[in-house]
């Protein structure tokens, strides 16, 4: 996306006819919550589409909705798949909506459902989830996993681009051409030749001559039926080719149980795969990811960058992750107590502001709170305003750590004290061996997630990854004593937990020393007296205990998630082009989720979905040229860029 095509989310607004019937003002078209709307989605999208008999059997189908509304479409498709046997696996939604109802309104348009007590339990779960009106995608899950919603809130035409995915059946919304050109312009239809898998089907209401010709040049067979109730005719649509399974073989080796390794391994146990989780320590999260607490806040911008966009969507996503493995029984400890970021100055104060006035988000996700309001959040004076997060944590590491690998135990076989000095693949299959070189396990993937020591093995020896110490100060702090939330200002203090407040951290580049220094102790300190003025006076920095971790750090500060690349094949084709990632070589069955940083909490979660995700062949979480921004193969793109540009300039 352009930056002009970024802009603030405006929900729906929605009003009423004489009758009591909700309708949309932007297009003029009817919501109708009632049997005639879920007639029509039974109808015109499911008997359209060949659903249910399409996915069964399969062990994933996708569709794809160019219009949510108020959500009838997923509702109807979603109940259908329940009283399936047949059913597929596991069903991704994916949903595009310009303006997104607010969860009140959900409400208020879903009272129609009452009569069918099924579907008005769906869509009590639905509002239940309902995820925070921002741009860009969300993922939510239902039914233990098994239903995942990826709702992508912005202008379809925009946005449908940046959609990774191979779409089995595409759900094009109702509004007329003459109503909303825009969705059904050349361009727009084109995308669905992209995206649609073999086989794939297609239905909408529209049957306007220019629809036609335009799906029709992008290779669809199609057919008129019979729209709902006798009324108009609909639009059929397919695709030639046949179904392409997932994998079969689902097995994957992880090497690295901290918060990186744990996330990639919980999001691929749940969609069954069987897991050897190898690591050298005792037990999950006793490296990078072993301190006591750490931070979980999104990082706006005034021009949404690809930082701000990556922080707010994993942010959003780890909360629903953490709040899930809490529901069924794990023990993930944090505190959602909220963050507030101090600014800096008063002109980083000026700065905070204006994100707040763009892009006008919602006050339980991001406002700004003048000094007085800062002071008592934080139940300390404090010398600037700043941004306050309603919704954000401090999150203990180890304890997520531990969360993710126990809640699918049955499929996870752990390898801890395990050392793994080699990797190699050989019939099909990578294989780890230690140190004894005894074989640890076998697999057709293996992820490393092992911080900077991942540049051990040979095949990802080529990536720039670099260890950065980190001390962190543990202040002695009674419960309830202040900050009574987290507080972040060029550095950051949590409330007390365990009877320590966190303080920190300094950040080094390749110092491999772990011994606690108490020159960064006074560091840390003055970090403090900045974030709470005069709040580190009783503390002697000779006389603290601390933490010292070492955090896998990437040239651009982003993490690196994604397939490894074939570093060799890549030197030995001078032809690939500059900036374009799918045509870089890569190590086949080979994947990193690494460099996180000094934002591991924040990048955890997401990371692990998208890693599964593109593992599976499933639709992305992300935008494309977010997954891109991650890939671990950008690195050599860059590097024959800039080859490239010192060529010229000889010549």
Known sequence: MTETERRPLVPAALAYRPDGTPYSPTYGDAEDAGTGGLGQARHVFLDGNGLPQRWQGRETFVVTETGFGIGLNFLATWAAWKADDARCARLHFVSFEKHPCTAADLAALHAGLADDLDLATLAQQLRAHWPTLVPGFQRLHFDDGRITLTLVFGDAVALLPQLAARVDAFY????SPAKNPERWSPALLGELARLAAPGATLVTGPVACGVREALAA?????????????KGEMLRGQRPGNVHEAPTDRRAIVIGAGIAGSSATERLAARGWRIDL????????????????GVLRPLPSLDDNRLARLTRAGFLYARRHFAALAAVGQTVRWGLTG????????VHAATQKRVVDTWQPPTDYLRYVERDEAARLAGWPVDAGGWWFAGGAWVQPPAACRANVTRHGERIRTHFRTEIARIERAAGLWHAYDDADRLIAA?????????ADARRFAPAAHLPLRAARGQVSHLPAAAGSPPGVVVC?????TPAVDGLSCAGATA??????????????????????????????????????????FRPMSPDRLPMIGPVADADAAAANPDL???????????????????????GIVWSALAGELLASQIEGEPLPLEAELAAAVDPGRFLLRGKTRKARRAAEEQ
Request: hydrophobic share 40%.
């Open 443 to 451: 697999a057709p993937v293996l992820v490393l997630a092992n911080a």
């Open 489 to 493: 200002r060029l550095g950051y203090v």
């Open 577 to 599: 082009p500059a900036r374009l990632l799918d045509r870089m070589p890569r190590q086949p069955g080979l994947w990193l989720i690494d460099g996180f940083g000094a934002r």
């Open 508 to 549: 080094i580049a390749d110092d491999a020393g772990s011994e606690l220094r108490t020159a960064e102790h006074a560091e840390n300190l003055a970090k403090l007296n900045f974030i709470l003025p005069g709040y580190a006076a009783g503390y002697d920095p000779e006389k603290l205990d601390g933490r010292v971790g």
């Open 339 to 346: 963050v507030l970021h101090l600014a800096r100055d008063d």
């Open 172 to 175: 094009l919304d109702d509004f």
């Open 218 to 230: 992008g290779g669809w067979s199609l057919e008129k039926a019979q729209g709902y109730s006798g």
């Open 278 to 293: 190898i690591d050298r320590a005792d037990e999950p999260g006793q490296g990078a990811s072993g301190n006591v607490a």
